[in-house]
């Protein structure tokens, strides 16, 4: 098995061993320093080792990754000599492009149940109170069996939550309808920011990210962000989501040769940004035992405390670029990068980190045992593909080579809360109706003086004070429904359905 090769200097290499590529990983340094090179040396390794990857593109430089290098110039034909790269040439990768938005990529849709209440809530930015309500509406949802696929459809719970406040109250817990017309106003800034795309079907399906070409190599899924990230609670918690499906669906596999898919997280701080304290145990716990599901996550982040520290001493891996000490902050942020690492009694990591040039990092991985090695100063190595942006018609040619377009480019909308709802109460109408022109013929045949036509009318439609027999019944089906369907739907650690069930 061919390590990958992250960097060099004059006496030693820094390789990681893909056995050691689930053990997670950071790559953090000052904008401009070299952060984006360096996660492409490691998905490029990763790919031909037949690894899948996935990773998050902000300012798309990253799709150059689906494109070889060009002809080296002067001044990388002397990197590459100081790297003692002799087998280096200009290669292109495999790669899929992904969009929430479907305009630079394949559809990214996941469907509401499949988000789940917890991470929903963050999105949408709720208080606990609110958050609560949420998981009450999605528990009638699943005891009743009503699809929740996209926002019609939990527009449609909500309006059913409200016109049955008092009957979902008694059994599930106390709703509000301030609470219900918060969430109705956070969904509608959701869609104005254009969630709605991105909730639908057909959801994606895991197995499509973890894929190889025909010569073997992993696919490096690219998902488009630079609009994304401008709504930093919609991206954080679709990665979040896209980690949590890993974790729920795929099976223990323990230590593999090599990882069975590597996810990198860009701009990791912002999962972090105001995170509740519940919600990031949580995130600890998937980041903490994915790696049993074969899966390496590497956050990559200005200033490695960007990351919380019980994370932190998950990563194993790390490639530290420059940071720029202007700053009490800054100052902190350098302290604490050069703690996280082995030392090294050649190098003062403190004041290196302050002088690193463009293209050089401080960078320690996992030895043999998984014992970190004490940090070396390198200079990164060059991937083989373009550095930089791809044009658009670059573009549109790798997705018409793309082995999922026909599976995601077209969406689908399937009978679920939203029309199920409607038909019901379309049902309930038109049962009403025919009760009421029962009771008015049984009426007219009736002695005129007796009142038998107002009493079975009452009796069946209810008056002010008291339930009819229709209402009574419609309420009883609602609560034996639940009770025969409550147990189909099972939610993960994050509030997902479990095992990707749909």
Known sequence: MTDILIGRNDSTSVTLDPRYGNRHGMI??????????????????????????????????????????????????????????????PQANPVVFWDIYGKLGHPVRA????????LLGRVLELNDTQEGVLEVIFKVADDQGLLLLDLADLRGMLTFAAENAKDISTHYGLIGSQSIAAIQRALLKLEQDGADRFFGEPALELADLMRQDMSG??????????????????????????????????????????????????????????????????????????????????????NPDDVPGVILGQLGNRVQHALRAFTPRDQKAVKAAAETFVANPKIDVTEAITKLGVGEALASTLGDGG????????????????????????????????????????????????????????????????????????????????????????????????????????????????????????????????????
């Open 217 to 302: 190599r992993g696919v490096i899924n690219v998902l488009a962000a630079d609009q994304l990230i401008m709504k930093p609670k919609l991206y954080s918690t679709f990665l979040l989501w896209l980690l949590s499906e890993l974790f729920e669906q795929l099976p223990e596999v323990g230590d593999l040769d090599q990882p069975k898919l590597v996810f990198f997280f860009d701009e990791a701080h912002l999962l972090f940004d105001d995170c509740p304290p519940a919600l990031q145990q949580r995130v600890e716990q998937v980041v903490r035992l994915i790696r049993s599901k074969g899966v390496g996550v590497y956050f990559c982040s200005q």
């Open 371 to 502: 014992v970190p090695a004490p940090v070396e100063r390198v200079l990164v190595t060059s991937p083989c593909c373009r550095i930089g942006a791809i044009t658009e018609a670059e573009r549109a040619t790798v997705r018409q080579r793309s082995p999922v377009g026909g599976k995601y480019d077209t969406a689908v909308n399937r009978e679920s809360a939203a029309e199920m709802l409607a038909k019901r109460a379309g049902d309930k109408a038109a049962d009403v109706a025919a009760a009421a022109n029962g009771a008015a013929a049984s009426g007219a045949t009736a002695d005129n003086t007796s009142g038998w036509g107002s009493a079975v009318r009452d009796a069946l439609l209810g008056t002010k004070r008291r339930q009819g027999m229709i209402e009574t019944m419609g309420k009883q089906v609602m609560r034996t429904m639940g009770s025969r369907l409550g147990q189909q739907i099972v939610r993960g650690v994050l509030g997902g359905i479990f095992g990707g069930k749909r």
């Open 111 to 118: 469907t509401i149940s499949e988000m789940g209440p917890t």
């Open 28 to 89: 953090a340094g000052a904008t401009g320093t070299g952060k984006s090179v360096s996660l492409m040396v490691l998905a490029e390794g990763f790919s031909r080792l037949g690894v899948p990857c996935f990773l998050a593109d902000a300012k798309g430089d990253l799709a150059g990754l689906a494109m070889a290098a060009g002809e080296p110039g002067e001044k990388l034909k002397a990197r590459l000599e100081k790297l003692k790269l002799t087998g280096w040439k």
